[in-house]
């Protein structure tokens, strides 16, 4: 008997140091071509946009307006900047980025907490300070617009 709950705690901790290697080295890969692509851009991490600008001031910090992202509800908007983001009364400067990740959701759901599981994000991990998360809950956007901030950011999705 203690035998299978010694053999089962080990498991355990097994799959938690093989599912936490396996996410690091996702992160380090997408990390190396964000490194890659702010090497081309003289040491500068910056946002590379092909799509079309939104209407707005520049930053004077975070340079001309890239992608606006307006609330589904209320006057505030996520502003993608091509040196950074303002996010509320957040500014992020994208060299504080160590990874980010878009995860997109399934959608549906009864429950809000269904609702909150099933939704698309895009998690921007900053080395200091806490995660930052943009639902498409709270967000308007689509998936396609929330990949090309990732890859424009030079974290490239795992294929």
Not at 13 to 29: E, L
Not at 62 to 77: A, I, Q, R, S, Y
Not at 106 to 131: D, E, F, H
Request: hydrophobic fraction near 40%; proline fraction near 4%.
């Amino acid at each position: 008997m203690y035998i299978a709950i010694v053999l089962f705690i080990v498991f355990l901790i097994w799959m938690c140091v093989a599912i936490t290697k396996s996410w690091n080295k996702g992160a380090a890969r997408r990390r190396a071509g964000a490194e890659a692509q702010a090497a081309r851009h003289g040491g500068q991490f910056v946002l590379e946009w092909n799509g079309p600008r939104a209407q707005g001031a520049a930053d004077g910090e975070f340079g001309p307006l890239l992608v606006e992202l307006p609330k589904k509800m209320g006057k505030d908007c996520a502003r993608f900047y091509e040196r950074g983001l303002v996010l509320g009364g957040k500014r992020v400067s994208y060299e504080n980025l160590k990874d980010v990740a878009f995860i997109p959701g399934t959608g549906g759901g009864i429950t809000p907490a269904q609702k909150m599981r099933n939704s698309s994000v895009l998690w921007l991990y900053r080395k200091k300070g806490s995660t930052i998360g943009l639902r498409d809950m709270s967000y308007r956007f689509d998936k396609q617009t929330m990949e090309d901030i990732q890859t424009g950011l030079g974290f490239r999705p795992q294929a």
